[in-house]
């Protein structure tokens, strides 16, 4: 066995004229181009027009807020509400609302989120929309402003919060908190995070949750105002105002609407995903396109 790399003997090569080479035939070949179902290619084209349609910049228009914005509005003057609504739905947009009648009768609030990422950027957003002077943030890596009147954090710090109060009795300041992504109450690890932070919260204060995912919403409002001994408000929002779509896409970058015309699975997928196994299983690859 040669020892260093002078003594290996050299792959060979097919020479060209004029001194140029040809590439290596040693070279593993690349699998031919496969062969395309010129019905299953024509249903495909078709059904990625469909699926594409319409994408893009929406009309500008002047905003109307939904039924169900305005009726949770009017529900928080007095009661705990909770929101079960789409993402997209407009959620924040009553948080905001709330916030900002708060602010301008020198109330306070809290608005708290299971994630530092999601805390950062609701903080930046408010920062822009109230002022940085009226909004602070509190999470396990930032403590900034922590007097304003509105605090972003995580719903550990408001329920570490809760906890200080009852350690030396002073109540926490706040008037109204928003539980954002409330069915984290059902996650296995953290959950009683949010039960603890329902629980603790003084009566006085003013609950709002807001969820995309929630279920039992009715089950989930008589439990909030048995612990606590208010009344909950659960309104729901309409159909998805975003509309989701879904797609396949293929090891040749190519895209198969999930749902065929008839509105079940697409049985073209069947096919396309037997056919990459099998190429798998033999080493076969997409050729590259040039």
């Known amino acids: 066995m040669p020892r260093n790399r002078k003594d290996r003997p050299r792959k060979q090569h097919k020479k060209a004229p004029h001194g140029h080479f040809y590439e290596r035939f040693d070279k593993r070949k690349l699998a031919p181009p496969s062969s395309v179902d010129p019905a299953r290619e024509k249903r495909r084209v078709e059904g ?53 009648r708060l602010i301008s009768s020198g109330q306070k609030a809290w608005y708290t989120t299971p994630l530092k990422a999601l805390t950062n950027s609701k903080y930046t957003e408010f920062c822009e929309e109230f002022g940085a002077e009226n909004v602070g943030i509190l999470t396990g890596d930032r403590k900034e402003n922590f007097d304003a009147p509105l605090i972003v954090g995580t719903t550990e710090i408001y329920r570490n919060q809760l906890f200080d109060a ?9 008037d109204f908190v928003i539980l954002d992504e409330a069915h984290y109450l059902a996650d296995e690890d953290r959950g009683h995070v949010w039960e603890e932070a329902i629980i603790l919260s003084p009566k006085r204060i003013r609950l709002l949750l807001l969820s995309a995912t929630v279920g039992g919403a009715e089950e989930f409002a008589r439990w ?67």
């Open 48 to 100: 990625v027009e469909k699926l594409l349609a319409g994408i893009g910049v929406p009309e500008s228009r002047p905003f109307r807020p939904d039924a169900f914005q305005l009726e949770a509005l009017a529900a928080i003057e007095t009661q705990d509400v909770l929101v079960t609504a789409p993402t997209g739905s407009g959620k924040t947009w009553i948080a905001r609302e709330e916030i900002r």
């Open 166 to 174: 009852l350690r030396t009795g002073e109540d926490v300041e706040a």
């Open 224 to 290: 909030i105002e048995d612990v606590r001994g208010t009344t909950v408000r659960v309104i729901k929002a309409g159909p998805r105002p975003v509309e989701l779509r879904a797609a396949y896409l293929s090891s040749d970058a190519k895209l198969y609407p999930l749902f065929g015309s008839d509105g079940g699975f697409n049985r073209d997928i069947d096919a396309i995903e037997k056919k990459e196994r099998t190429d798998a299983a033999r080493g076969r690859f997409p050729r590259r396109r040039r």
